[in-house]
């Protein structure tokens, strides 16, 4: 039972076998896979998605499916531009975007969050419902050259 997968900088990959929906897979990284532009239909059982430098341009809706998701790294996919509006998951402790360049806005998300990066986005201003974060302990927004506006409720 194949627990964990990972398949790093392989250029040429492009997608990933439709069905590959591994019940035990619990770890999936796909870093570095450059020409990986949609999100994979993946186990709702898993727990760490490491989607990172990958050419994926939107985070589909369906994301909310993935219940047991407690880490969720698309660090540097500079194409990436659309998230749903509301990314529920409960589980979800940790939410990297750092460095996607073209994401101007941010989503509501889990109130479990307890680390959070969005540096060199294209964020604009800190969302309002920040406050609502009771469990994060860790926000980080460097190099974000666009952003405007920093709510004071952030530090509540």
Same mark, same amino acid.
């Given at each position: 039972k194949l627990e964990k997968l990972k398949i790093w900088y392989c250029m040429g990959l492009e997608s990933l076998p439709t069905g590959i929906n591994l019940k035990s897979l619990d770890t999936l990284s796909l870093v570095g896979c450059s020409r990986l532009k949609n999100f994979p239909d993946i186990s709702t059982n898993i727990s760490e998605l490491? #989607?990172?430098?990958?050419? %994926?341009? @939107?985070?589909?809706?369906? %994301? @909310?499916? !993935?219940?047991?998701l407690k880490w #969720?790294? *698309?660090?540097e996919c500079i194409n990436l531009e659309i998230l749903p509006s509301r990314i529920n998951l409960q589980s979800l402790s940790i939410l990297d975007l750092s460095g996607c360049l073209r994401l101007r806005s941010f989503p509501d998300i889990s109130t479990n969050i307890s680390r959070l990066d969005l540096s060199r986005t294209g964020i604009e201003e800190v969302p309002w419902w920040i406050e609502k974060l009771s469990h994060l302990y860790s926000l980080e *927004? =460097?190099?974000?050259? =666009? !952003?405007q506006r920093v709510s004071l409720n952030i530090f509540k």
């Open positions: 490491h #989607l990172d430098k990958t050419g %994926i341009v @939107e985070v589909p809706w369906w %994301i @909310e499916k !993935l219940s047991r #969720l790294d *698309m660090s *927004m =460097n190099g974000c050259n =666009n !952003l």
